[in-house]
């Protein structure tokens, strides 16, 4: 089975490539698999044991079909419903928020930014998601955010 976290490896050598060579393409890369490795891991979360079961009335109930592009604003809904301060609820933002990044990097030919800053502020949040998932399983998502969440 592929580790989702091995995209996230791979945005720290295109970034680090992207920084040093000035290439703009490479660090726009990077924000795409940063985003992709913190969404197909906390979805596959969201897949598994009981979490599974209610994520996928979640979807029913709002008609989000899960095998279409839908399961990404899904994911950021199902996770919303949280209350904040906890770590589902502050994975959603950040998953949204490197979501946002992601379709600029992919879409916008003349977004101007700082790519190199955008690259590295998409690993470390993914990072932190990739770490919180493996702090628990969904159903301890849920559990009060680590102390100095930012």
């Not at 969201?46 to 839908?70: D, H, I, P, V, W």
């Amino acid at each position: 089975m592929f580790d989702w976290s091995k995209y996230n490896q791979l945005a720290g050598r295109l970034a680090h490539y992207g920084s040093t060579s000035k290439d703009e393409a490479s660090l726009r890369t990077a924000t795409g698999r940063a985003y992709y490795a913190a969404f197909e891991i906390l979805k596959d979360d969201l897949m598994e044991g009981n979490e599974r079961t209610r994520f996928l009335s979640f979807c029913a109930q709002r008609e989000y079909k899960t095998y279409t592009g839908q399961i990404h604003e899904a994911v950021v809904e199902y996770c919303k419903q949280s209350v904040s301060l906890t770590r589902k609820y502050a994975m959603a933002e950040k998953l949204e928020n490197l979501r946002k990044v992601r379709n600029c990097a992919d879409y916008k030919r003349q977004h101007y930014c700082d790519w190199n800053d955008e690259a590295s502020k998409s690993i470390k949040d993914a990072s932190v998601i990739i770490e919180w998932v493996k702090m628990g399983k969904p159903d301890s998502l849920d559990a009060k955010m680590p102390s100095g969440y930012k």
